[in-house]
């Protein structure tokens, strides 16, 4: 479980966004960052006793830094306003698929797969799809799946409006062609990450997404 006053504490980071609060509650982040540190740990456990990728990938690289990286943004605010929890190599998000947990007031969510790979990846991982669609197929009909996803995100600005180039619409597989990010994710009430059940809730998701997972970084060539 994370600590039961990650919810609160990120509520009133929000809206106090500045250093000088952040400074006079640094214990209750440190407080809230030491559990959500203890959870990574734990499931990092899990997940590498069933997924290979994930081999040598030690507990710190799978907390994101709480500091936002404001150099070329027009936001200066300088802390994020969620926890997120990362378990993909090296933390090479945007090259291996992987899993994800969000944990912010409103809006916590889980999923993986790969987010906004580089255009390189995007047509190995398309190719791959293209010509393993009743693979892919079978992946997002399986009950294992289904039972707590439905199918990819369609993010506005992630996917495309019309067939990529050397696909047509007549293809089976074209909608899941025309993304250029390949991930799924479900919110949840953030109620659960207090309690024990977090760990079982979190670890039944990443198993339904290990398939695709595979799917994914076997279709990229490093």
């Not at 030690?58 to 943004?73: A, T, Y």
């Not at 892919?136 to 495309?160: H, Q, V």
Request: glycine share 4%; proline share 5%.
């Amino acid at each position: 479980m994370l600590h039961s006053d990650t919810i609160s504490f990120l509520t009133e980071l929000k809206n106090n966004n500045n250093r000088i609060w952040f400074e006079a509650n640094r214990q209750r982040y440190e407080t809230v960052r030491q559990y959500a540190q203890a959870f990574a740990t734990t499931m990092l456990e899990e997940l590498q006793s069933i997924d290979s990728y994930l081999a040598g990938v030690k507990p710190k690289d799978c907390l994101f830094r709480i500091h936002r990286d404001i150099r070329f943004s027009n936001d200066k605010s300088p802390y994020k306003t969620h926890i997120g929890i990362i378990f993909t190599p090296n933390r090479r998000y945007a090259e291996h698929a992987g899993y994800y947990l969000h944990i912010e007031p409103d809006n916590c969510f889980i999923g993986g797969g790969i987010y906004m790979p580089s255009s390189n990846l995007v047509k190995q991982i398309r190719t791959e799809i293209a010509h393993s669609c009743d693979e892919i197929s079978a992946i997002l009909s399986n009950p294992n799946f289904t039972t707590y996803f439905s199918d990819f995100d369609y993010e506005d600005g992630l996917f495309l409006k019309k067939p990529p180039q050397g696909y047509s619409n007549s293809h089976p597989c074209i909608e899941w062609l025309k993304l250029k990010s390949f991930t799924v994710s479900k919110n949840f009430d953030h109620q659960i990450i207090k309690s024990t059940d977090l760990k079982n809730f979190a670890l039944n998701h990443f198993k339904a997404i290990k398939p695709l997972n595979d799917f994914l970084n076997q279709s990229i060539h490093w």
